[in-house]
């Protein structure tokens, strides 16, 4: 692993120099436009940086979402377009090449005739195994679900040791529902999508030939019901100490005995593992006793009808349009579908997958190769180093600050901070599809085939020394992730306007691009990351007084948000949105710190009558504009660790002494938090 300091210094003073180009929101990188005047800073902040935007943006129709993050990812899904359609047009039937296979796959799903002439006959093999299966084929097809279209209820991963870092280890736990959330199973409130879910069961199994559909659709709830009392929450999930438990093949059949293990693992290919960790250890038997009690035939309608929820998008219009009605329209309010070239691209490899493990049916590194071949300028990288060189030092500099942390912790804690490495852009070593047949004319085929692909990947270097090199997200993705490497990573996706603009006025950057890198580092000690060490593993390296003082001024913070209600009757769980609450607050204080650094000891120019600090908490407030349909906000705020975009700047801005003095934020103000009451943590 190279040091974090040679990959940083390189481009130190970059970000710090006056712009040179047009940036992409003239004059300085704000959209001056999109301002409020009529609503006070410190009233609704996120309102007055964004309120004249929002009033004149419309939610698309085939979205659920309208948002400056959105328009980025539509500028990129437009290069991405003529990229995709240029490859098309000259791919053979079964080219060998990459852009060859990466066209024929596009042309494929493109193929709307072709579709219709296969209908549920592209299923046939999946629901004839289903069909055939006893209990203990059906727990082999549910174990095969890691690299193919079948569901399972329980899931299985592959990630980096957290006992031991520089090995792997497979991960065993709770699978995931049909839902968003347990919530919607058991909550009177859910009621509605609970019915429309049985009934978009029905319709599936009823385009599948599928027997009694209408009956089966019932029992099908019933089963889900039970396996959703049965799982963890998404609050206990974020536990990471109560999420590893390692034991053998014999013991996981110990632990949950009314389930056939061996065939299941056999399934994924990883029957001769010695180990495992259980992550939601407890769900394990309660999951499998349900599983035990219900009838053969009830499991295989389950087994269909998911099978065919996730071949929906893949298939002829009478799947699709259900898919769409359901979990389009009715979980989030979407009026339309997108078009299908969109979702072609979402299934060749576009920037819908945040995981690239877990979207494995798709060629998504390789069009990222082709993206960023083409997309992605050398001199963003190097800016982006600047950035993060002067966040790494703002954090190490308020650590050192702590008044509430020992010098033990500390010194600890900066330890950790020297072992991050920043990745950007693009992985280095490329995927090889060399041997994976892609054909123009099998859709489906393409997706089966990749997705054993994938998983045998994975399952393949498992058994090796841990890539530290390795990406989870693919170079088109319109994210950035805090990994289990210590690696903070920032596809070429993210790194468009207003996120990171090179050419912007360098305290948009730090408060947009400079509080996401920040939110990242800070992941690594928040109430999650503070639990893996420097070395990477899992141990507690706090006193119990600093962790004790750390959960307390969490919990300042988690009672500010619990207050938020999105959408009415629905509030934010603080304990769900904790860890991205806390890298919020902490991302922005020290990208304001970091900015200061980049000025070298001189005065912040003001630009259009606003100081740098304001530029700074204006940055970050336009990263996050952006509104929402009621049913996606409801479903979000549900299932989501993120707060929504509203509660991620008047969440965090009045925790800021710097907001008040840079807004004259004054008593009596709504978002007014008395000094001694705001949340301090980094």
Not at 129 to 141: K, M
Request: charged fraction near 25%; hydrophobic fraction near 45%.
């Amino acid at each position: 692993m190279r040091s974090l300091n040679i990959i940083l210094l390189a481009g130190a003073a970059s970000i710090a120099t006056a712009a040179s180009a047009q940036p992409f929101y003239k004059p300085w990188g704000f959209d001056l436009t999109a301002v409020d005047p009529a609503t006070k800073p410190g009233d609704d902040f996120f309102q007055h940086a964004n309120g004249a935007y929002l009033a004149r943006t419309t939610i698309p129709a085939d979205r659920v979402i309208a948002s400056r993050r959105f328009e980025m990812t539509d500028r990129m899904e437009a290069h991405l377009k003529a990229i995709l359609e240029e490859a098309a047009a000259s791919a053979s039937a079964q080219p060998t090449d990459i852009r060859g296979k990466v066209g024929a796959f596009y042309a494929g799903v493109m193929d709307e005739a072709l579709a219709e002439r296969l209908g549920a006959s592209a299923l046939k093999p999946e629901l004839d195994a289903i069909r055939a299966a006893d209990r203990s084929g059906l727990a082999r097809l549910m174990g095969s679900s890691v690299g193919s279209l079948y569901p399972s209820a329980f899931g299985l991963g592959i990630d980096t040791d957290l006992k031991n870092p520089d090995a792997y280890a497979l991960y065993i736990g709770q699978g995931i529902l049909g839902l968003p959330d347990r919530d919607y199973y058991l909550k009177d409130s859910f009621a509605p999508q609970r019915e429309a879910y049985r009934a978009y069961a029905e319709t599936l199994l009823s385009l599948s030939g599928w027997p009694d559909a209408a009956a089966a659709s019932r029992r099908i709830l019933a089963l889900e019901t039970a396996l959703a009392e049965a799982s963890w929450t998404r609050v206990e999930q974020r536990d990471l100490t109560k999420q590893y438990h390692p034991l053998s093949p014999a013991e996981l059949r110990s632990l949950a005995p009314d389930f056939d293990w061996q065939a299941f693992l056999a399934g994924a290919g990883v029957g001769d593992r010695p180990r495992l960790v259980a992550t939601t250890n407890t769900a394990l038997p309660k999951l499998a006793k349900v599983l035990a009690a219900s009838p053969v035939e009830t499991l295989r309608e389950w087994m269909a009808f998911r099978t065919a929820d996730t071949a929906a998008p893949y298939l002829s219009k009478a799947f699709s349009n259900a898919n769409f009605q359901f979990r389009g329209k009715t979980l989030q309010g979407q009026a339309e579908q997108r078009p299908r070239w969109k979702s072609a691209l979402a299934a060749v490899g576009g920037t819908d997958c945040v995981d690239a493990t877990i979207c494995l049916g798709t060629m998504n590194w390789a069009v990222g190769q082709l993206y960023t071949d083409k997309h992605f300028p050398a001199a963003t990288k190097v800016a982006m180093q600047g950035l993060t060189d002067n966040l790494m030092k703002a954090f190490a500099n308020r650590i050192q600050a702590l008044d509430w942390m020992s010098p033990a912790t500390k010194a600890e804690a900066l330890k950790k901070l020297t072992t991050y490495q920043i990745k950007v852009g693009f992985p280095d070593k490329q995927r090889d599809y060399s041997a994976i047949v892609i054909r123009r004319d099998d859709v489906l085929g393409n997706v089966r085939r990749l997705a054993a692909a994938n998983w045998a990947y994975y399952a393949n270097r498992s058994k090796g020394a841990v890539d530290k090199a390795d990406w989870l997200m693919t170079p088109q993705t319109n994210n950035a992730y805090n990994g289990s490497l210590r690696d903070i990573v920032f596809p070429a996706g993210i790194l468009q306007a207003p996120i990171f603009d090179p050419d912007a006025d360098p305290a948009i950057n730090y408060g947009a691009i400079g509080a996401v890198i920040g939110h990242e580092l800070t992941h690594g000690f928040d109430d999650q990351g503070r639990t893996i060490d420097a070395a990477g593993a899992l141990r507690d390296w706090w006193t119990p007084a600093d962790a004790a003082e750390f959960k307390r001024r969490a919990k300042i913070l988690g009672d500010q948000y619990a207050k938020f209600e999105p959408v009415p009757g629905v509030f934010i769980n603080p304990d769900l949105t904790m860890g991205e609450n806390i890298a919020d607050l902490g991302g922005l204080a020290m990208a304001l710190d970091a900015y200061h650094l980049s000025l070298n000891g001189k005065p912040a120019p003001v630009l259009d009558g606003l100081t740098g600090d304001q530029r700074v908490f204006l940055g970050w407030a336009q990263a996050w504009a952006g509104k929402a349909t009621p049913e996606e906000i409801r479903r979000y705020t549900t299932s989501d660790p993120h707060s929504f975009r509203k509660y991620r700047v008047n969440g965090v801005v009045p925790n800021i002494d710097e907001w008040y003095a840079a807004f004259g934020i004054k008593e009596g103000d709504a978002l007014f938090i008395p000094k001694d009451k705001r949340a301090r943590i980094w």
